[in-house]
């Protein structure tokens, strides 16, 4: 039975859902214009940036660019290319609290469909590569991090100010993975030292990202797999994050 974990007031300001596919290079730009055309008026806004690549197994030179498809109030934001679909959502400010797991899967789990609708009426069809599922969580001053000593902000990482020659660190980089169950792939955890660009507050950039694929890619064994994705993400953010915080972003199970 999976243990699920619940916090009223999470640091997490991004969460990503996605799939990254091979249709044989079918996909091109006019297809991903055309789907834009279904949900101009979801996602008015549109942008391009650089491809998605993942070494070594990205190594096309003829990748198209990155379609950006974004909501009006910018909270929510797709990104496609021919080997890739994510959903992104984005706090866009304090007005948008994160919503919840559950709705930010299912609001990827009724565009990817619509997706792959559009592309099977096309005749492409998808081979799936690789899932992700990531959450982005930043830890500044307004939320904790002024609460606990950056050398005990994470459990994994405590080191003791006694008899040390050096002072605490002024920055942090570090990143550690773990395998996740039945073969899913891996967990990624990786926290370093950022800034609040309005303020030039600093805080802790703290990313948890699962990427991996289920032995065969159905439906049922897809949905397990961000099942188990999350419970790792959400008990692993537990497990290394100072239990003295937990009370703070109101944590309710």
Not at 52 to 65: F, G, Q, S, T, Y
Request: hydrophobic fraction near 40%; proline fraction near 6%; glycine fraction near 8%.
């Amino acid at each position: 039975m999976r243990q699920h974990v619940k916090f009223d007031r999470p640091p997490v300001v991004e969460v990503v859902c996605g799939v990254r596919f091979n249709t044989g290079g079918r996909i091109k730009l006019a297809h991903l214009g055309a789907f834009w055309a279904t949900l101009k008026d979801a996602y008015p806004v549109a942008e391009e940036a650089a491809p998605i690549m993942r070494a070594p197994i990205d190594n096309e030179p003829d990748l198209v660019p990155r379609t950006w498809l974004i909501t009006a109030d910018g909270s929510e934001l797709l990104q496609l290319q021919k080997d890739w679909f994510l959903l992104n959502w984005k706090k866009a400010d304090d007005s948008h609290p994160y919503p919840s797991y559950s709705l930010v899967k299912s609001a990827f789990d009724k565009r990817f469909g619509e997706f792959s609708d559009f592309l099977a009426s096309e005749g492409i069809d998808i081979n799936y590569r690789e899932l992700e599922l990531t959450y982005v969580n930043h830890i500044s001053n307004a939320n904790g991090l002024g609460e606990v000593e950056q050398g005990e902000l994470f459990v994994d990482h405590l080191y003791s100010s006694n008899d040390r020659f050096l002072p605490t660190p002024v920055q942090i980089n570090w990143k550690t993975s773990y395998v996740l169950p039945k073969g899913y792939g891996r967990l990624n955890v990786t926290a370093q030292t950022g800034m609040i660009k309005s303020t030039g507050e600093r805080l802790i950039r703290l990313d948890l990202q699962a990427l991996g694929l289920p032995g065969k890619a159905s439906r049922d064994q897809m949905e397990d797999w961000f099942e188990v994705a999350h419970e790792w993400i959400t008990r692993g953010f537990v497990d290394i994050t100072a239990p003295k915080l937990h009370e703070l972003w109101g944590r309710t199970l």
